[in-house]
T-cell receptor, first 120, second 117 residues
Framework: DGGITQSPKYLFRKEGQNVTLSCEQNLNHDAMYWYRQDPGQGLRLIYYSQIVNDFQKGDIAEGYSVSREKKESFPLTVTSAQKNPTAFYLC???????????????????FGQGTRLTVV | GENVEQHPSTLSVQEGDSAVIKCTYSDSASNYFPWYKQELGKRPQLIIDIRSNVGEKKDQRIAVTLNKTAKHFSLHITETQPEDSAVYFCAASSPEKDLYNTDKLIFGTGTRLQVFP
């Protein structure tokens, strides 16, 4: 359900290794987001992308990288530079529309089921 | 950039009582305020939202109010039921002044609501 799929559901990584989390959506959404969820800290924005081949850093981008080569896909790479990568990662896509057309902004986000990354 | 604060972090109520969760935001240009519910082990899902041109919105037992002057908005759940138990997140859509008018959705830290039968 939801049309946005994350894989894998669980991922284990050795210290010093890079790892890539997959996020695919078939909702024809332009905007995609990556959030990190830690206990007591809510959802913190890592990266977001409004359009293919363009993306912006969120509040906690250090140690992460993304690409947006296709509208449907927004993979997140957790690099060895990320000091505390163990967390639950959520991908989302939204129906955000430019304010030029609507005079406002709607940003309903649909979430994937998440990937739980553990560093071993 | 936008900063969203959410209170309380945990909330316990008796079944049938009301629950209120409050959020404040910092960017006066924010214009869209959704609320998400995350049940244990599941993804967050939108339950209600409000836009900046509206002061209040209701959907059955849930309602959201917005005070643009004070930059705060609240979620109200009446006649709570055990299935309302979940983590609730508020969010604010912060418009970025870039080429694409990108909207950045910033979340609060979440409120764990427990409804006891």
């Amino acid at each position: 359900d939801g049309g946005i799929t994350q894989s894998p559901k669980y991922l284990f990584r050795k210290e010093g290794q890079n790892v890539t989390l997959s996020c695919e959506q078939n909702l024809n959404h332009d905007a995609m987001y990556w959030y990190r969820q830690d206990p007591g800290q809510g959802l913190r924005l890592i990266y977001y992308s409004q359009i293919v081949n363009d993306f912006q850093k969120g509040d906690i981008a250090e140690g992460y990288s993304v690409s947006r080569e296709k509208k449907e896909s927004f993979p997140l790479t957790v690099t060895s530079a990320q000091k505390n990568p163990t967390a639950f990662y959520l991908c989302a896509s939204s129906t955000s529309r430019p304010k030029l057309l609507t005079g406002g902004s709607d940003t309903e986000a649909f979430f994937g089921q998440g990937t739980r990354l553990t560093v071993v | 950039g936008e900063n969203v604060e959410q209170h309380p972090s945990t909330l316990s109520v008796q079944e049938g009582d009301s629950a209120v969760i409050k959020c404040t935001y910092s960017d006066s240009a924010s214009n869209y305020f959704p609320w998400y519910k995350q049940e244990l082990g599941k993804r967050p899902q939108l339950i209600i939202d409000i836009r900046s041109n509206v002061g209040e919105k209701k959907d059955q037992r849930i309602a959201v109010t917005l005070n643009k002057t004070a930059k705060h908005f609240s979620l109200h759940i009446t006649e709570t039921q055990p299935e309302d138990s979940a983590v609730y997140f508020c969010a604010a859509s912060s418009p970025e002044k870039d080429l694409y008018n990108t909207d950045k959705l910033i979340f609060g830290t979440g409120t764990r609501l427990q409804v006891f039968p």
